[in-house]
Protein backbone atom coordinates (compact mmCIF):
# COMPACT_ATOMS: atom_id res chain seq x y z
CA UNK A 1 0.00 0.00 0.00
CA UNK A 2 1.03 3.46 -0.81
CA UNK A 3 -0.38 6.96 0.42
CA UNK A 4 -0.43 10.35 -0.80
CA UNK A 5 -1.86 13.71 0.34
CA UNK A 6 -4.36 14.93 -2.87
CA UNK A 7 -4.87 19.07 -2.67
CA UNK A 8 -8.39 20.11 -4.61
CA UNK A 9 -6.66 21.42 -7.35
CA UNK A 10 -4.45 18.24 -7.87
CA UNK A 11 -7.69 16.43 -7.60
CA UNK A 12 -9.32 18.36 -10.05
CA UNK A 13 -6.49 17.79 -12.43
CA UNK A 14 -6.56 13.93 -11.78
CA UNK A 15 -10.44 14.11 -12.06
CA UNK A 16 -9.51 15.76 -15.58
CA UNK A 17 -6.61 13.67 -16.85
CA UNK A 18 -9.11 10.67 -16.11
CA UNK A 19 -12.42 11.85 -18.06
CA UNK A 20 -10.07 12.36 -21.42
CA UNK A 21 -9.68 8.69 -21.07
CA UNK A 22 -13.01 7.78 -20.35
CA UNK A 23 -14.44 5.79 -22.82
CA UNK A 24 -17.30 7.02 -22.99
CA UNK A 25 -16.23 10.78 -23.01
CA UNK A 26 -14.06 9.42 -26.26
CA UNK A 27 -17.34 7.77 -28.10
CA UNK A 28 -19.36 10.99 -27.77
CA UNK A 29 -16.35 13.15 -29.22
CA UNK A 30 -16.11 10.70 -32.12
CA UNK A 31 -19.73 9.97 -33.09
CA UNK A 32 -21.82 12.97 -31.18
CA UNK A 33 -21.73 15.74 -28.78
CA UNK A 34 -19.78 16.43 -25.75
CA UNK A 35 -21.09 19.14 -23.21
CA UNK A 36 -18.92 19.82 -20.15
CA UNK A 37 -21.38 22.62 -18.53
CA UNK A 38 -18.77 25.27 -17.06
CA UNK A 39 -17.72 24.96 -13.30
CA UNK A 40 -14.14 25.01 -11.71
CA UNK A 41 -13.36 20.88 -12.23
CA UNK A 42 -14.77 20.83 -15.70
CA UNK A 43 -12.64 23.68 -15.97
CA UNK A 44 -9.44 21.17 -15.67
CA UNK A 45 -11.61 18.69 -17.53
CA UNK A 46 -12.38 20.83 -20.87
CA UNK A 47 -8.33 21.62 -20.76
CA UNK A 48 -7.85 18.13 -20.74
CA UNK A 49 -10.36 17.01 -23.32
CA UNK A 50 -8.82 20.17 -25.15
CA UNK A 51 -5.56 19.33 -24.87
CA UNK A 52 -6.56 15.92 -26.33
CA UNK A 53 -8.35 17.39 -29.85
CA UNK A 54 -5.11 19.81 -30.10
CA UNK A 55 -7.30 23.27 -29.11
CA UNK A 56 -6.41 24.28 -26.23
CA UNK A 57 -4.36 27.49 -26.78
CA UNK A 58 -8.17 28.90 -27.36
CA UNK A 59 -9.58 27.98 -23.73
CA UNK A 60 -9.07 29.34 -20.73
CA UNK A 61 -10.33 27.80 -17.09
CA UNK A 62 -10.44 31.83 -15.69
CA UNK A 63 -13.40 32.36 -15.96
CA UNK A 64 -15.26 29.07 -17.04
CA UNK A 65 -18.14 29.20 -14.14
CA UNK A 66 -20.97 30.74 -13.23
CA UNK A 67 -21.23 30.73 -9.36
CA UNK A 68 -18.39 29.80 -7.06
CA UNK A 69 -17.77 29.74 -3.05
CA UNK A 70 -15.40 32.49 -1.84
CA UNK A 71 -13.85 32.70 1.66
CA UNK A 72 -15.68 35.25 3.71
CA UNK A 73 -14.23 38.90 3.10
CA UNK A 74 -12.98 38.12 -0.67
CA UNK A 75 -13.64 41.21 -2.48
CA UNK A 76 -13.06 39.82 -6.17
CA UNK A 77 -16.36 41.57 -7.73
CA UNK A 78 -15.16 44.57 -6.90
CA UNK A 79 -12.28 44.09 -9.52
CA UNK A 80 -14.96 42.87 -12.17
CA UNK A 81 -13.59 39.56 -12.52
CA UNK A 82 -16.75 38.38 -11.18
CA UNK A 83 -19.33 40.62 -11.72
CA UNK A 84 -18.72 41.02 -15.91
CA UNK A 85 -20.63 38.34 -17.46
CA UNK A 86 -19.07 39.56 -21.36
CA UNK A 87 -15.77 37.43 -19.72
CA UNK A 88 -18.10 34.05 -19.21
CA UNK A 89 -16.95 31.93 -22.86
CA UNK A 90 -19.85 30.25 -22.45
CA UNK A 91 -19.89 25.90 -22.09
CA UNK A 92 -17.55 23.64 -24.30
CA UNK A 93 -19.62 21.84 -26.38
CA UNK A 94 -17.97 19.47 -28.97
CA UNK A 95 -19.51 17.86 -31.86
CA UNK A 96 -17.78 14.98 -33.67
CA UNK A 97 -14.66 16.64 -32.85
CA UNK A 98 -14.94 20.25 -33.27
CA UNK A 99 -15.14 22.33 -30.52
CA UNK A 100 -18.52 25.19 -31.26
CA UNK A 101 -17.11 28.38 -29.75
CA UNK A 102 -19.41 30.50 -27.45
CA UNK A 103 -22.14 27.59 -27.12
CA UNK A 104 -24.16 26.63 -24.09
CA UNK A 105 -25.94 23.87 -22.32
CA UNK A 106 -28.84 26.13 -23.21
CA UNK A 107 -28.35 26.54 -27.34
CA UNK A 108 -27.72 22.74 -28.15
CA UNK A 109 -29.92 20.70 -25.76
CA UNK A 110 -33.15 20.25 -27.79
CA UNK A 111 -30.39 18.36 -30.38
CA UNK A 112 -28.71 16.25 -27.27
CA UNK A 113 -30.19 12.38 -27.99
CA UNK A 114 -28.76 8.92 -26.72
CA UNK A 115 -25.06 8.10 -27.40
CA UNK A 116 -24.13 12.36 -26.01
CA UNK A 117 -23.04 12.86 -22.87
CA UNK A 118 -23.23 15.73 -20.35
CA UNK A 119 -20.21 16.44 -17.26
CA UNK A 120 -22.03 18.91 -14.57
CA UNK A 121 -19.86 19.44 -11.65
CA UNK A 122 -21.16 19.51 -8.43
CA UNK A 123 -21.23 20.84 -4.60
CA UNK A 124 -21.80 18.19 -2.44
CA UNK A 125 -21.16 13.99 -2.72
CA UNK A 126 -22.50 11.04 -0.67
CA UNK A 127 -19.50 8.86 -1.04
CA UNK A 128 -21.55 5.54 0.52
CA UNK A 129 -24.46 6.27 -1.61
CA UNK A 130 -22.53 7.34 -5.01
CA UNK A 131 -25.03 10.31 -5.04
CA UNK A 132 -24.09 14.24 -5.32
CA UNK A 133 -26.03 17.31 -5.21
CA UNK A 134 -25.65 20.95 -6.59
CA UNK A 135 -26.42 24.39 -5.28
CA UNK A 136 -28.81 26.32 -6.97
CA UNK A 137 -28.87 30.19 -6.70
CA UNK A 138 -31.10 30.54 -10.25
CA UNK A 139 -34.67 30.84 -9.62
CA UNK A 140 -35.03 28.47 -12.60
CA UNK A 141 -32.39 25.45 -11.29
CA UNK A 142 -29.42 26.65 -13.40
CA UNK A 143 -28.00 24.69 -15.96
CA UNK A 144 -28.70 21.15 -14.01
CA UNK A 145 -32.44 21.73 -15.07
CA UNK A 146 -31.64 22.03 -18.39
CA UNK A 147 -29.18 19.26 -18.45
CA UNK A 148 -32.04 17.08 -17.13
CA UNK A 149 -33.98 17.65 -20.01
CA UNK A 150 -32.24 15.17 -22.31
CA UNK A 151 -30.58 13.22 -18.96
CA UNK A 152 -34.44 12.32 -18.58
CA UNK A 153 -35.93 12.83 -21.54
CA UNK A 154 -33.35 11.10 -23.30
CA UNK A 155 -31.13 8.72 -22.34
CA UNK A 156 -27.99 11.34 -22.82
CA UNK A 157 -25.55 10.35 -19.84
CA UNK A 158 -24.78 12.84 -17.45
CA UNK A 159 -21.15 12.19 -15.82
CA UNK A 160 -20.91 14.30 -12.44
CA UNK A 161 -17.18 15.25 -11.72
CA UNK A 162 -16.62 16.04 -7.80
CA UNK A 163 -13.61 16.65 -5.88
CA UNK A 164 -13.73 14.64 -2.33
CA UNK A 165 -13.69 17.59 -0.72
CA UNK A 166 -17.17 18.17 -1.10
CA UNK A 167 -18.26 15.58 0.74
CA UNK A 168 -20.78 15.11 3.08
CA UNK A 169 -22.43 12.64 5.98
CA UNK A 170 -26.11 12.96 5.66
CA UNK A 171 -28.28 11.79 3.21
CA UNK A 172 -28.77 14.41 0.43
CA UNK A 173 -32.64 14.16 -0.76
CA UNK A 174 -32.90 14.97 3.64
CA UNK A 175 -29.98 18.01 2.70
CA UNK A 176 -32.37 19.39 0.39
CA UNK A 177 -35.59 19.09 1.96
CA UNK A 178 -34.26 21.37 4.69
CA UNK A 179 -32.71 23.62 2.89
CA UNK A 180 -35.43 24.17 0.02
CA UNK A 181 -38.05 24.60 2.97
CA UNK A 182 -40.64 27.53 1.90
CA UNK A 183 -39.52 29.94 4.31
CA UNK A 184 -35.71 29.19 4.68
CA UNK A 185 -33.59 31.66 3.57
CA UNK A 186 -30.20 30.66 1.60
CA UNK A 187 -28.57 28.96 -1.58
CA UNK A 188 -30.88 25.40 -2.39
CA UNK A 189 -29.91 21.94 -3.15
CA UNK A 190 -30.71 19.73 -5.82
CA UNK A 191 -29.97 16.07 -6.09
CA UNK A 192 -29.15 14.69 -8.98
CA UNK A 193 -29.12 11.74 -11.12
CA UNK A 194 -26.07 10.54 -12.58
CA UNK A 195 -22.41 9.00 -12.72
CA UNK A 196 -20.28 10.35 -9.80
CA UNK A 197 -17.07 10.40 -10.55
CA UNK A 198 -14.17 11.46 -7.88
CA UNK A 199 -10.64 11.04 -7.49
CA UNK A 200 -11.40 7.44 -6.81
CA UNK A 201 -12.53 6.76 -9.79
CA UNK A 202 -9.69 8.50 -11.46
CA UNK A 203 -7.10 6.40 -9.76
CA UNK A 204 -9.24 3.33 -10.88
CA UNK A 205 -9.47 4.44 -14.24
CA UNK A 206 -6.16 5.41 -15.08
CA UNK A 207 -4.32 2.49 -13.16
CA UNK A 208 -6.50 -0.07 -12.14
CA UNK A 209 -5.42 0.16 -8.61
CA UNK A 210 -7.79 1.06 -5.42
CA UNK A 211 -8.00 4.21 -3.91
CA UNK A 212 -9.54 4.71 -0.43
CA UNK A 213 -10.40 7.78 1.53
CA UNK A 214 -8.16 7.58 4.95
CA UNK A 215 -8.28 11.24 6.04
CA UNK A 216 -8.38 14.48 5.21
CA UNK A 217 -7.40 18.44 6.05
CA UNK A 218 -4.31 20.15 6.05
CA UNK A 219 -2.60 23.70 6.71
CA UNK A 220 -0.35 26.56 4.26
CA UNK A 221 -2.42 25.16 1.14
CA UNK A 222 -3.17 21.60 2.28
CA UNK A 223 -6.47 22.96 3.52
CA UNK A 224 -9.33 20.49 1.83
CA UNK A 225 -6.51 18.12 0.70
CA UNK A 226 -7.42 14.38 1.23
CA UNK A 227 -5.34 11.67 2.42
CA UNK A 228 -5.41 8.31 -0.35
CA UNK A 229 -4.55 4.84 0.69
CA UNK A 230 -3.87 3.58 -2.84
CA UNK A 231 -3.45 -0.81 -3.28
CA UNK A 232 -3.06 -3.09 -6.00
CA UNK A 233 -0.29 -4.91 -7.88
CA UNK A 234 3.07 -3.87 -7.70
CA UNK A 235 2.82 -2.45 -11.25
CA UNK A 236 -0.40 -0.59 -10.45
CA UNK A 237 0.75 0.80 -7.27
CA UNK A 238 3.88 2.38 -9.36
CA UNK A 239 1.50 3.42 -11.74
CA UNK A 240 -0.27 5.58 -9.35
CA UNK A 241 2.69 6.58 -7.65
CA UNK A 242 3.74 8.08 -10.78
CA UNK A 243 0.35 9.67 -12.17
CA UNK A 244 -0.37 11.28 -8.54
CA UNK A 245 3.69 12.55 -8.43
CA UNK A 246 2.80 14.28 -11.58
CA UNK A 247 -0.08 16.15 -10.52
CA UNK A 248 0.64 16.46 -6.78
CA UNK A 249 1.97 20.45 -7.26
CA UNK A 250 -1.01 21.71 -9.42
CA UNK A 251 -1.67 25.16 -8.37
CA UNK A 252 -4.17 26.39 -6.51
CA UNK A 253 -7.14 27.65 -8.60
CA UNK A 254 -7.08 31.19 -9.10
CA UNK A 255 -8.99 34.00 -11.37
Known sequence: MKQFVVTPSAGKRLIAKALASHAAVSNALKNGTLVIIAGTTN??????????LGVVEDFSRKRFFRG?????GSDVTSEGRLSDESKFPGDVVITKGEWRKGKTIVDVV????EGDMILKGANAV??????AAILIGHPKAGTIAVALQAVLGRRVKLVIPVGLEKRVNSELFSLAEKVNEPGAKGIRLFPTPGQVFTEIDAVQLLTGATAELISGGGVCGAEGSCWLA???TEEQEKAAEKLLTSIALEPAFSF
Open 230 to 232: ITG
Open 43 to 52: GYVAEEILKS
Open 68 to 72: VTLPP
Open 110 to 113: DELK
Open 126 to 131: DLQRKQ
